[in-house]
């Protein structure tokens, strides 16, 4: 049977933190997915000057100190990546990419905006070739040629998983540093992808500079856009739409940080995922009456 949590926080910058800071001090069970480090976008900035109570705080300064915050309240970064999230009525059901299940009767979308631009033909092939998932469909990819857009290291796990299953695994690393397989039929290509092509189902991958026939595409970024995690989320362009309580279209749904729109402030980010959370909470009490 799945897990099951009052509240799942997709997201670890600092929305993410500050939503299961409330969570714990409201007494709910909950758990926050992300990385188990801060993001770049926070650890590598150069100076931060408005986010009170910490004046010209450098970004790895602010990443100690929010990691510090979350270790002295006992709250424990849970890696992991949501492929899917279903909204069942009265509770969410996710499909992580290890295909391990969860299920909440909260649920905070917090994964910020760095879940890359579709590539063209991406959406129109999407589950006719193309895939978020290894764990998940490499079982429909038995001795054929597929490729790998990775960007992060962890997906080399996720390349080596399909190598046992696919004839031959082309790995474009869209991330710096070296990389090495055991398996002899894992190709490391250094080059860009621009777009998927085929007819009914995915049958190449073009980049900037070649083409590739390919049986299938696995694009492995960190967060899937929040369009494709949670069927029936209503966007506003790139960003997830919410009222003032953060609460999104579907019941149970909220969201908060850069994902529901500018400013990309830290302090605004902070400051609606303890909104978010009061409003989980809130629902979550009014389920009991």
Known sequence: MAEQYDIIIIGAGPAGMEAA????????????LGKTGVSDKVSKAHEVKNFLGLPNVTGEQMSKAFLNHLEQMGITLTPGRVINAYNMGNYYALLMADNSQLECKALIIATGVNFGKPFPGEEKFLSRGVSYCATCDAVFYKNKKVAVLAYSKEEEAEAEFLAENCSQVLYFPQYKGEV????????????????VAGEKKVTSLVTDKNTYAVDGIFILRESVAPSKLLPGLQME???????????????????????????????????????AALSAVAYIDSLKS
Not at 21 to 32: G, H, P, S, Y
Not at 180 to 195: C, D, H, L, R, Y
């Open 237 to 275: 362009g790139n960003h997830i739409a919410t009222d003032r309580s953060m609460k999104t279209n579907l019941p149970g749904c909220f969201a908060c940080g850069d994902i529901t729109g500018t400013p990309y402030q830290y302090i605004k980010a902070a400051g609606e995922g303890n909104v």
């Open 21 to 32: 800071l409330t969570a714990k001090a409201r007494n709910k069970k909950f758990l926050l």
């Open 180 to 195: 090495s397989f055991s398996k002899e039929n894992i190709q490391v290509i250094a080059e860009k992808p621009q777009s």
